[in-house]
């Protein structure tokens, strides 16, 4: 269970998050929307400690991570996948090597058994046949699938998406949401995701959590939300250009 | 006039503290270097590339060096009657001194500009972060290998910098000057004795280190954007340049 609690963040006296309070239960997969630079990328860094919050706390499992020794630290990122917006794969590695690094760095498999787990993981994301190809030869699509095959292949048990369809044409945004649900289903995860997919996301999360002036708006249910009276909401999630949210 | 005080205050408490982050970063990558596990491959594959891929760019400068230092010391020694002293002359200002920093300025240029721009663009990608979500440490893949590969290769890239320019000095003192060259090597094999070679070797040891350390945390910092790697690398190269010889006048105070 992951709980966030009245967590604040600024840079140079501008408050990014100024008091953020969710909670996400085990097995749950709730979507965080928001304007851009709204700060969802932010708080999903907090909750790996790949930021340190001013003030607030995130607990993951009843443990502070701000306060976590440091090998404490790694075996919660151990069980932590997260997917980059760029997908954070490393460009000097092939596709194969790339999911097989956590693989051989952290675990005692031997070759025949990480390249059996590889090449299920890459079927899985439907990417079997880019096993040799790099980083650089591939489409945002593809890098996006890769980047998820390199987290499951850890068997996480909470995944953290940070914007994973930016910037892809809808076909491929709609099967890798797909893709996202059915892993959450097959694997029983819990996950944050962030995203600006609307309606796209409604389908696969069980809750929608609005983050909207360094704060949490709403955390409701994708059917609620839809007919949400409250006006932020309205605008945001019907794309209306007059309202309360000013640009 | 309090207002400059303040501004000179600020300006030196951050030099300051960015030294300290920068040695508690060197501080760490020590510390994993003497802790197990160790990433062999890839401290094998960074001793080729900064040391293997160096060589041509040291044997051009070090063969170009050991010319000019023949080339201005044969004219003042024969001034004087002694150009049978070029040999030592040429050896000791190289083993001592101008070996081990040239090699230590011209691998900053070439490998650890590289070094600090490939750094600089894994962590603006996130590739640094991803690591350690990963529950490694990225120290250990990217640091480490490479402050023991500086270390490992620097002493090398140097003594073959010794040795070109040596011969380059030779080539010009005796193919071209006419030096005999008996003397040439004879008087070089009187004067120069093993704590000059050693003395070069600690140095180039301690240059490798710096270079690392400098490079490998400028890239670590470096700022967001094309622009925050490119500036990232200048002042890698830039600050490692100048540490190295200022180090290389404090051991040479500190050895005389």
């Given amino acids: ?78 069980r932590v996948g997260y997917v980059f917006q760029s997908g954070a794969l490393f460009d ?14 952290k675990t005692r498999l031997g070759e025949s058994a990480i390249r059996r787990k590889v090449l299920e993981e890459l079927d899985q994301v439907g990417l079997k046949d880019a096993e040799h190809k790099y980083p650089a030869q591939l489409s945002g699509g593809m890098l996006k699938r890769v980047a998820l095959a390199r987290t499951l292949v850890r068997a996480p048990e909470i995944i953290l998406f940070d914007e994973p369809t930016t910037g892809l044409d809808p076909i491929v945004v709609n099967s890798i949401l797909q893709l996202f649900d059915s892993v959450h289903k097959r694997l029983n995860l819990t996950g944050i995701l962030v995203s600006h997919e609307i309606p796209e996301i409604f389908g696969i999360v069980q809750k929608i959590a609005m983050l909207h002036e360094g704060r949490i708006a709403a955390v409701e249910t994708p059917e609620s939300i839809r007919c949400s009276a409250n006006p932020v909401i309205d605008q945001f999630v019907n794309g209306k250009p007059e309202g309360p949210i000013q640009y | ?172 003192g005796v193919r071209v000057l006419g030096l005999n060259a008996g003397a040439y090597f004879g008087e070089m094999n009187n004067y120069v004795v093993i704590h000059d070679i050693l003395n070069g070797f600690y140095k180039s040891m301690c240059f490798g280190a710096l270079i690392a350390c400098v490079c490998c945390y400028k890239g670590f910092n470096s700022r967001f954007g094309a622009e925050g790697v490119s500036v990232a690398t200048t002042q890698a190269v830039v600050d490692a340049s100048v540490l190295v010889l200022v180090w290389d006048y404090l051991l040479t105070a500190l050895v005389n």
Avoid at chain 1, 26 to 50: D, I, M, N, Q, Y
Avoid at chain 1, 92 to 105: C, G, H, K, M, Q
Avoid at chain 2, 44 to 61: A, N, R
Avoid at chain 2, 138 to 147: D, E, K, Q, S
């Fill in chain 2, 1 to 172: 006039m309090i207002e400059t005080l303040i501004l000179w205050g600020t300006w030196g408490m951050q030099r300051v503290a960015r030294l300290g982050k920068c040695t508690l970063f060197f501080g760490e990558a020590v510390g994993c270097c003497l802790t197990p596990p160790l990433k062999w491959d890839r401290v094998l594959k960074q001793i080729w590339f900064i040391g293997w891929k160096s060589m041509p760019v040291i044997c051009l400068t070090a063969a170009f060096t050991g010319m000019v230092l023949a080339l201005q010391g044969h004219p003042t020694l024969r001034r004087v009657g002694s150009e049978a002293f070029l040999g030592p002359l040429v050896a000791l200002s190289l083993i001592r001194e101008l070996g081990p920093v040239l090699a230590a300025l011209m691998v900053t240029g070439r490998a650890g500009s590289s070094i600090t721009a490939q750094i600089g663009i894994m962590r603006i990608n996130d590739q640094i972060d991803a690591i350690q979500l990963m529950g490694l440490n990225p120290m250990r893949y990217l640091v480490v290998p490479n402050l023991i590969a500086f270390v490992v290769a620097m002493p090398l890239l140097a003594a073959v910098f010794d040795v070109v320019a040596i011969f380059g000095g030779y080539l010009l």
């Fill in chain 1, 92 to 105: 000097s590695l092939t596709v194969f090597d790339n999911v097989a690094f956590p693989l051989r760095e």
């Fill in chain 1, 1 to 78: 269970m992951i709980i966030i609690e009245n967590l604040q963040k600024a840079f140079g006296g501008q408050e990014v998050l100024r008091d953020v309070s969710l909670r996400v239960k085990t097995g749950e997969f709730v979507a965080l929307v928001g304007l851009s630079g709204s700060g969802k990328s932010l708080l999903l860094r907090h909750v790996v400690r790949l930021m340190r919050p001013d003030a607030g706390r995130v607990l993951v499992d009843g443990r502070d991570v701000a306060l976590m020794p440091r090998r404490e630290l790694e075996a919660l990122r151990s």
